[in-house]
Nanobody, 125 residues
Framework: QVQLVESGGGLVQAGGSLRLSCAASGGTFSRYSMGWFRQAPGKEREFVAAISWSGGITRYADPVKGRFTISRDNGKNTVYLQMNSLKPEDTAVYYC??????????????????WGQGTQVTVSS
């Protein structure tokens, strides 16, 4: 059983930055691809970014390309999401997830097996 704990969320002004962290325990972290998703009030959960098991391949949703960076440290069993130039529309609960059966990246939430509890990101205008 894999457990994920996100941290780093908070309130920030538009144009600011935040770095989210997701610490994993259980399982073999270095074999898993990882993803970040977000869900705003009244909206469906949407893909944000994903990273392959080695960190060599990354994928981003169009709204965050050029502003967000996903990375991982397999030695620390942690995946990060660096968010720069934040906009009010980035306000959401951010979730990290494990895709344990495949090492490649995916933007489909149903392909992820384990999820964290989420961390709130609020961007004020």
């Amino acid at each position: 059983q894999v457990q994920l704990v996100e941290s780093g969320g908070g309130l920030v002004q538009a144009g600011g930055s935040l770095r989210l962290s997701c610490a994993a325990s259980g399982g073999t972290f270095s074999r898993y691809s990882m993803g970040w998703f977000r869900q705003a009030p009244g909206k469906e959960r949407e893909f944000v970014a994903a990273i392959s098991w080695s960190g060599g391949i990354t994928r981003y949703a169009d709204p965050v390309k050029g502003r967000f960076t996903i990375s991982r440290d397999n030695g620390k069993n942690t995946v990060y999401l660096q968010m720069n130039s934040l906009k009010p529309e980035d306000t959401a609960v951010y979730y990290c997830a494990v895709r344990s059966r495949y090492s490649a990246t995916s933007s489909y939430s149903y392909e992820y097996d384990y999820w964290g509890q989420g961390t709130q990101v609020t961007v004020s205008s």
